[in-house]
């Protein structure tokens, strides 16, 4: 029989909450952390709004040394750190100088330190290359926020990132899942991270994907699955989950928070109907199904979704697509949740700390609410009932939950947690 | 400064050959002509499309237009009123 995979830790890094605690409470209130940024419009920005966590020289220096930090200009390595930390501490684990050949990372990024490139890329084109100094390489190598990662905790099975746009997050917790069913690792430290601000942002921008329609009503801008849903707020982030084997945990006494399923990770080939950033919807539904028939569970089984949906005007065929796979539709649709209403689309970073509120929900048994869908949008009231859509928070006991996200480049994952009974 | 609208046509006509993947509608494309439904442009390069018409014509296209410039009509119109206000 498979090794069972249960988590025991948790760490999260978002606009509307750092800590897990603040995390929580915010999501449970729906408080949202998009503010507007005047920097960006003076740039020239559309779209002025985001989600930016902020974080404190004092909460920093809690993390990192005085000389980790000096030279550092890194959201992505900060807020990894911070969340991955976290999930470490939470999972009653302590630092040691022993090396823990039994536990690695897969933490992944979209892109490590955009910042620091900037900065470097400044330097060099002053010929300046001598005052890049001996960090630059570290905090610009995309896997530089594991690599941060295993030497502040010592870890010596895989340290690894990851990177499949804003699927990252969802991929790097189903890697960790197989490395512990496979027998590698006991424990592995997984979640995802983004950088944010205009040098991340400014692509998306310029495809106009991002909404330019709130740039004076910053907490009403994230608006998936509203009938006005104008485009994503981009946000940044991380979160992170201690995932291990059930018998590590049990032998070590650890609270679990929940348990991993199993899950799926496919892509869509960028063929039939799929492209760079449009999903191919069969791969979707394949996605959705595989990770059901992974998990050993019924469609029937899930109690909650929590979705991908980012507030671009085609959240009804993720919808769809969900409906589609499950065979289940109207009142019999699972409730759907999305947290980008309430922090953005955290990229990278944003399968990480949706599947950290995913598993606050199932360990305390509520669904957070999704805001800004006053107006749920008629294409998805045609196909799932609009109690499914909760707009306020729920406190009812939750099973399983169902969890997906998707990409660039045609890629898609879907993950199932459940709740762990002793 | 004027361009007739045959011309003008013709000019869009070029700009957005690059990214047309229905070569039959573009052979036939027309004032009717719809970019994603006719010429199958993927929904993402349009943005490249108002680039390039940016640069041809060296005007400034806003969001709230580039949003209409799905079609040849429209997109006529708004680089029409550009040019004009130029």
């Given at each position: ?14 606009s509307?909450?750092i800590g897990?605690e ?8 729906g408080?949202?952390?998009?503010k507007y940024?005047?920097?960006l419009?003076?740039?020239g920005f559309?779209?002025?709004?985001g989600?930016?966590?902020e ?10 040394s005085?000389?980790q930090l000096?030279?550092f ?8 750190c ?9 999972a ?5 100088e ?6 690695g ?5 979209g ?9 470097s890329i400044?330097?060099?084109d002053d010929?300046?290359?001598?005052r ?5 390489v570290a905090?610009?190598m995309?896997?530089?926020v594991?690599?941060?990662l295993g030497?502040?905790l010592?870890?010596g099975n895989?340290?690894?990132t990851n ?6 997050g969802?991929?790097?917790i189903?890697?960790g899942?197989?490395r512990?069913?496979?027998?590698h690792?006991d ?7 983004s ?7 400014g692509?998306f921008d310029a495809?106009r994907v ?5 740039n ?5 801008g ?10 994503f ?7 992170a ?15 679990i928070y ?9 892509a ?5 109907g799929?492209?760079?950033?449009i999903?191919?919807d ?8 595989k990770?059901?028939?992974n998990?050993g569970?019924?469609p029937t089984d899930?109690d909650?979704?929590n979705?991908h949906l980012t507030?671009?005007?085609?959240d009804?065929?993720?919808?769809r697509?969900?409906t ?8 019999k649709f699972p409730?759907?949740?999305t947290l980008?209403s309430?922090?953005?689309?955290c990229?990278?970073a ?9 598993v606050l929900?199932?360990?305390e048994?509520?669904i957070?609410p ?11 009231l045609?196909l799932v009932h609009q109690?499914?859509i909760p ?11 169902a ?11 879907c ?8 | 400064?004027t361009?007739p609208?045959d011309q ?7 700009i957005?050959?690059?990214y047309?993947?229905?070569?039959e509608?573009?052979?036939n494309?027309s004032?009717?002509?719809?970019f ?8 993402a ?5 108002i680039l390039d ?17 799905i079609?040849?009509?429209?997109s006529l119109?708004v680089?029409?009123s550009k040019?004009?206000?130029?």
């Amino acid at each position: 029989m498979n090794k069972r995979v249960v988590i025991t830790g948790l760490g999260v890094v978002a606009s509307n909450g750092i800590g897990v605690e603040a995390f929580k409470k915010a999501i449970k209130q729906g408080r949202s952390g998009i503010k507007y940024f005047p920097y960006l419009k003076e740039l020239g920005f559309s779209c002025c709004i985001g989600g930016i966590p902020e974080i404190s020289e004092e909460l920093k220096r809690e993390y990192l040394s005085e000389l980790q930090l000096r030279n550092f200009n890194s959201n992505s390595i900060l807020y990894g750190c911070i969340a991955g930390m976290d999930a470490w501490h939470s999972a009653g684990l302590t630092i040691d100088e022993e090396v823990d050949y039994n536990t690695g990372t897969v933490f992944g990024t979209g892109t490590s330190s955009v910042d620091k490139f900037r900065e470097s890329i400044i330097k060099i084109d002053d010929h300046k290359v001598k005052r890049l100094g001996s960090t630059a390489v570290a905090q610009t190598m995309v896997s530089g926020v594991s690599a941060y990662l295993g030497g502040l905790l010592g870890l010596g099975n895989q340290v690894t990132t990851n990177s499949s746009a804003c699927t990252t997050g969802t991929e790097a917790i189903m890697m960790g899942y197989d490395r512990i069913v496979a027998g590698h690792a006991d424990r592995m430290l997984v979640g995802s991270c983004s950088d944010d601000g205009a040098y991340l942002w400014g692509g998306f921008d310029a495809m106009r994907v991002l909404t330019y329609k709130h740039n004076d009503s910053p907490t009403i801008g994230s608006r998936p699955m509203s009938a006005t849903a104008s485009g994503f707020v981009p946000g940044g982030g991380a979160g992170a989950l201690m995932l291990e084997s059930l018998e590590s945990a049990l032998a070590r006494d650890a609270t679990i928070y929940g348990e991993l399923l199993g899950g799926h990770i496919n892509a869509g080939g960028q063929r039939n109907g799929g492209s760079m950033t449009i999903p191919n919807d069969h791969a979707v539904q394949q996605c959705i199904k595989k990770a059901i028939q992974n998990a050993g569970i019924k469609p029937t089984d899930i109690d909650t979704i929590n979705g991908h949906l980012t507030a671009t005007k085609n959240d009804h065929v993720e919808i769809r697509n969900w409906t589609e796979a499950l065979d289940l539709s109207g009142d019999k649709f699972p409730p759907i949740n999305t947290l980008k209403s309430m922090v953005g689309h955290c990229l990278s970073a944003a399968g990480a700390i949706e599947s950290v509120a995913c598993v606050l929900q199932l360990n305390e048994d509520f669904i957070f609410p999704n805001v800004n869908c006053e107006d749920i949008s008629q294409e998805i009231l045609a196909l799932v009932h609009q109690d499914q859509i909760p707009r306020q928070l729920i406190n009812r006991k939750i099973n399983i939950i169902a969890k997906a996200s998707f990409g660039f480049g045609d890629v898609n994952g879907c993950i199932i947690f459940k709740k762990y009974l002793s | 400064m004027t361009i007739p609208k045959d011309q003008l046509i013709k000019e869009l006509k070029d700009i957005v050959k690059p990214y047309i993947q229905n070569q039959e509608a573009y052979d036939n494309l027309s004032e009717n002509t719809d970019f994603i439904n006719d010429l199958k442009i993927n929904s993402a390069n349009l943005v490249d499309v108002i680039l390039d018409i940016e640069d041809k014509y060296e005007i400034d296209i806003d969001n709230d237009s580039m949003e209409s410039m799905i079609n040849v009509k429209n997109s006529l119109e708004v680089i029409l009123s550009k040019i004009k206000a130029v």
